[in-house]
């Protein structure tokens, strides 16, 4: 056999196995699908046979069983014997309606409640507006003499001194000879 004659067979053999197991996993697919359906009918089926019996009624199939066919209908059971009267009387008529009373006296007063605790003191709040100046007070006792408004502190000496064309008292430190 020839190489391009093997090739072709190798071909047509690997297509033909792709085709086959397409073609199987189509068939899974679609049986899936229609156990899904078939379960989904049963669910409905039964739940319409439960209605059914809800409202009163036979109904003409009964539900799926998992383990093959239904089973027959069974049949009815006795009726109960009816059970004795009680010894109530006849109802009466139905009385009218009364008339609304009359409103009643006022009650007293309670007492006075206890006074409750202070409570926290607030944030103080803005200033005020200024107020009207007050009235002049009475004048003081004259305080002592002072000194004289030409005075130097101690360790500086009174002397004069030329500002810009002007002549002015100023203030020197004094200058301590023979000091270290």
Known sequence: MERSERLRLAVLYWTG??????ALAFVIFII??????????NKARN?????????G???????????????????????GSNGQPGANGINGKDGSDGTDGKDGAAGSSGKDGANGKDGATGPQGPQGDKGDAGAT???????????????CPEGYSLGTAILGNRNALVCIQDQTFGKG
């Open 17 to 22: 196995f792709i085709a086959v197991l397409t």
């Open 32 to 41: 899936t699908g229609l156990q899904d359906d078939l379960r989904d009918a």
């Open 47 to 55: 739940a319409l046979v439960d209605q059914v019996r809800g409202l």
């Open 57 to 79: 009624a036979t109904p003409v199939v009964g539900p799926a069983g998992k383990n093959g066919a239904k089973g027959e209908p069974g049949t009815n059971g006795k009726d």
């Open 137 to 151: 007070g009475p004048q003081g006792p004259p305080g002592e003499k002072g000194n004289d408004g030409q005075t």
